[in-house]
DNA sequence: CTCAGTTTGTTCTCACGTTCACAAACTCCT
DNA sequence: AGGAGTTTGTGAACGTGAGAACAAACTGAG
């Protein structure tokens, strides 16, 4: 993990001294905005990685994509890092986000479903490199134990108790077919997980206390075919009235 | 959120309405509820599987993770497709959202990187399923070149222009390494592609009339992780004040 | 020191999204 | 036919998010 080791020698007697007092955490980050944390804290790992020590607000918009005015908003709710006349200072506000995302510790995940899916994570660099470590591979397929995989092996799904309590698992990987994601869903959550990533195209259902995030393929795909049909609708014009075809049912 | 048990009660009863008057599509749904319209979808597709006829808004919201009113409103800026004190024919909803969405149509779509995570896509059979063909896996590495993929082979990234033009593509997904991402996207909008669904953890720049949509497995994880860390600190409970390091500076 | 220029943090306003609550419309039973 | 029971579709209330605009706070030059 890379230290925050700030140069901060470029922004002498910086705001940031304030007294300590009450500064703490706010308790209500709003979900949008901690959508963008992570996109925020990217664009300053590379501006970092550039040597860049300052930025302003306009520019760390445009390298995230977003306008100035909901970034200095989104920026508010952590608090006060910033220097007005000035900008951010890269590494301390770099720094703050990874805290207050909670990327500056270690979480330990596992990856349950080691088919196509399961073996790109298992291989992506991203997940290490952003404080996530994998701690285990699972797999319900007796033909895949066993297999190595990096610097990791799969092993079976029966392990996934004692694993889950052994490394503190707190986030869980599914990457399952569709018909085994509430399953092991059950499981993980039986044993301690608290978080969970699907990759199933199915709705899970959880008890109160447990987060789902859903990443879905196709339903993107689906959202960027309404928006094309439109687009071809609209230049279309005057041919409108695509009109209901009647005796569809197939039964 | 909704109840975690599953409700087995289904209301197996017949009663099939359809009034095709013309039903124009509207000009205005709203993002969130395009977003969700493929979740309806895959809800109904799995209830026609089941040869269940009928079904009520709030078996829908249920098997779709929403709740009633939600899907109600939802389907309301579609039209009126229910039946009151009935519910709602499940073959006759599908086709209509399917329409909306624009997955009656067959749309052509080429994927750029073929690395883990291409592959996993590639070989992802919930495209062909769902209205998406794959018509071209593209690389720029000349060592793989050639490679076949079920039945589909590799194809250099040059050959872009005649394909998008040739088979009409007007979405493509990118699943390059971050730094290649952009370069690619603009020979993409170049060639006349007009949506892309991107995986490369880096923000892409497109004109206007292009539509993007990210998914980024890092950005998802640390969403998740904030909310871990908001838990325990939670648990805690008295343990606050985490008080910000004033002197995080190393030196 | 003062003043002009720069940039943040915040307030205000508007648009969008969610949920409630209920009339309208339908079925079924007597 | 009429009334009780069900379920949709929607208007209204409420909450959240986005963007414009501006005062406050800083820098640097003269």
């Not at 959508?35 to 664009?43: E, F, I, K, S, T």
């Not at 100035?68 to 989104?74: E, G, P, T």
């Not at 959880?206 to 071809?232: F, N, T």
């Amino acid at each position: 993990m890379t230290s925050p080791r700030s140069t901060r020698s470029s922004t002498p007697d910086q705001g940031v001294s304030r007294s300590a007092s009450a500064r703490v955490p706010e308790r209500g980050i709003p979900e949008a905005t901690v959508a963008r944390l992570p996109v925020y804290l990217r664009a300053l790992i590379t501006l970092s990685d550039r040597a860049i020590a300052t930025c302003s607000s306009e520019e760390l918009a445009t390298a995230a994509g977003v306008n100035s005015a909901k970034l200095r908003k989104d920026l508010s709710y952590l608090g006060s890092y910033g220097t007005r006349g000035v900008g951010y200072d890269v590494e301390y506000l770099r720094y703050q986000i990874a805290r207050e995302i909670g990327v500056t510790q270690d979480w330990p995940v596992v990856i349950v479903g080691i088919g196509n899916l399961g073996h790109a994570l298992a291989n992506y660099s991203g997940f290490r490199s952003r404080g996530f470590r994998i701690v285990a591979l699972l797999d319900s397929d007796p033909a895949r134990l066993g297999e190595k995989l990096g610097d990791m092996s799969i092993r079976g799904f029966d392990d996934i108790e004692s694993l889950v309590d052994e490394h503190h698992v707190a986030i869980g990987v599914i990457a399952t077919p569709a018909v085994a994601a509430q399953d092991v869903c059950d499981r993980l959550v039986g044993a301690g997980v608290t978080s969970i990533l699907n990759f199933a195209p199915t709705v899970l259902n959880v008890p109160d206390g447990v987060d789902v995030r859903k990443v879905d393929l196709s339903i993107e795909l689906q959202i960027l075919a309404y928006h094309e049909q439109r687009k071809s609708l609209a230049l279309d014009g005057a041919m409108d009235l695509v009109d209901v075809p009647v005796g569809m049912e197939t039964a």
